[in-house]
């Protein structure tokens, strides 16, 4: 099997050819079959001369991130040897949409692919590229990954990456996969020089499993910038970390956008994040969401079967934003046939507490088109960073709510003129109870209180700025909805 289009992405077209060697002294006519996931071929070859080699090629495009199984047969009766006659199980890793350096680890040596390495703690294990074999099938993809021997002394190996050009005009990130033989801990970093002396911030620290797992970080803080991805093996070891099928992906960003999304791998997009709950958003195609194909591909969506009440937030990568105009705006396309479930639409600036935007609700049938914004940045800050949140609560209805293609540009979308002085409402954590105190007002805003299970418990309109005390609630978790855009304020409050 050769594998001339690899790393393999999604969108792009790639080709994969198996190659019938005939090493016997007549000519042959070969039956071979071919299997791609879970799909099997039987083909049968044209003549394979005496000495010769037939090459079939199999074109495809790949539609979602995944582990791909490829595996290859050919079926001579008489043939003494048989199992020389069978391609070995052979995953291969189909990367996000966009990537622009993925790594395998499968057809290269570290140094040559321009990664370096530091054995700091001057041991004889560190990190290198390792087999895959019977015994030890510790690979991801392919036959090889990059991984780092233990010395039970103590471990200080890292791993950097090649430079990543971390772009202004496109949306940054990187992810891997990481395992352990049995437990060991990995941390990883963002350097800005391809050495550890460089360390700018530790995003990962984690004692790993034997298990695979998927990791993504966001680059969008360094925009602009080059960076590193350091990966350091600490701590005394019970045997390997391995690391593979690393990528830098990063989405070009067209006009004014600022961020945007197509959510086209079928899995939580690399940067972002679900917090609160866990598996409510998932990414898929549109006959998986149950939903109709809005006919750009895959999207993301919640699962509103779960039980009444659970609630997830979907959260964007913090991206930096040299605001031009002084404000952003966000656009997506949205789906919600029925029910009592919803989103409410945060976001926040230079990690501030989340904001509460808006809420949407149904969309009577068809696929709608939510606008936001402006959200005005703050004036002394010409560098934000920003990050939105969509907070979805279930109904346990069968219709799910999507997602798809998410943007945030600088600027309007729409033709809005905002107060100069905005409204502004603070909210306090009052003894049995919530504190409102309400600056700016110009028009009425209205003020809903939900528990954590969803549920509406405290309705009022406010039409002039002052302090309020909304009283008489049991201890708990509270959410509060504000209609209109305000500034600065606190959403989920404790009740004690
Ligand atoms: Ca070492
Ligand atoms: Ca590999
Ligand atoms: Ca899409
Ligand atoms: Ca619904």
Redesign the pocket.
């Known amino acids: 099997m050769v594998f001339p289009s690899h790393p393999y992405i999604i969108a792009q077209q790639d080709t994969l050819i198996y190659r019938v060697h005939n090493f016997g002294n007549y000519d042959e006519e070969i039956p071979a079959t071919i299997r791609f996931r879970n799909n099997y071929w039987d083909i049968m070859t044209s003549t394979v001369q005496r000495k010769g080699h037939y090459d079939y090629y199999y074109t495809f495009t790949p539609t979602r991130e995944e582990l791909v199984i490829l595996q290859f047969w050919t079926n001579l009766q008489n043939d003494a040897i048989r199992i020389n006659d069978t391609f070995p199980v052979h995953p291969i890793?189909i990367f996000p949409k966009y990537t622009t350096y993925g790594e395998?680890?499968?057809f290269t040596t570290l140094s040559s692919a321009g990664w370096s390495v530091f054995n700091l703690d001057g041991d004889g294990g560190t990190w290198a590229i390792y087999t895959h074999y019977a015994s030890s099938p510790y690979?991801?993809?392919?036959?090889?990954?990059a991984g780092c021997y233990r010395d039970t002394a103590g471990n200080n190996d890292w791993l950097i990456s090649p430079a990543i050009n971390v772009s202004a005009g496109a949306v940054n990130s990187f992810g891997f996969y990481a395992r352990a033989l049995t437990e060991d801990s990995l941390e990883v970093w963002i350097l800005s020089q391809p050495n550890p002396d460089s360390v700018i911030e530790m995003v990962f620290a984690k004692r790993l499993t034997g298990l695979y797992t998927r990791y993504t970080f966001s680059l969008d803080k360094f925009r602009g910038q080059t960076a590193y991805v350091g990966f350091r093996m600490v701590g005394p070891g019970n045997g390997y970390v391995f690391v593979?099928?690393y990528f830098v992906r990063q989405v070009p960003l067209t006009e004014n956008r600022v961020l945007w999304e197509e959510f086209e791998e079928g899995l939580i997009p690399p940067g972002w994040s679900e917090i609160f709950g866990s598996g409510l958003w998932l990414g898929g195609t549109p006959s998986e969401a149950g939903v109709p194909d809005n006919g750009t591909g895959a999207l993301i969506y919640f699962n509103s079967s779960a039980p009444a009440g659970s609630y997830s937030g979907f959260v964007s990568p913090e991206f930096r934003v040299n605001s031009q105009s002084g404000c952003i705006s966000y656009k997506f396309n949205y789906y919600n046939y029925d029910g009592n479930d919803s989103v409410q639409i945060y976001y926040r600036i230079n990690g501030s507490d989340w904001i509460y935007h808006g809420t949407i609700t149904t969309t009577n049938g068809a696929w709608g088109t939510i606008i936001g914004g402006p959200v005005y940045l703050p004036q002394n800050k010409a560098i934000c960073d920003i990050q939105f949140s969509l907070l979805a609560f279930s109904d346990r209805g069968g219709s799910n709510i999507a997602v798809d293609n998410f943007e945030v540009v600088d600027g309007t979308l729409l033709d809005v003129t905002e107060p100069a002085a905005k409204p502004e409402i603070k909210i306090l954590e009052s003894r049995g109870g919530i504190g409102l105190r309400v600056d700016n007002l110009k028009k009425g805003v209205n003020v809903q209180v939900y528990d954590a299970m969803g549920r509406k418990v405290r309705e009022l309109n406010l039409d002039k700025s002052g302090e309020y005390v909304i009283g008489d609630l049991p201890r708990g978790i509270y959410f509060v909805s504000i209609s209109c855009d305000v500034k600065k304020g606190k959403r989920v409050i404790v009740v004690k």
């Open positions: 890793y395998d680890f499968d690979i991801h993809s392919g036959w090889y990954t593979d099928d």
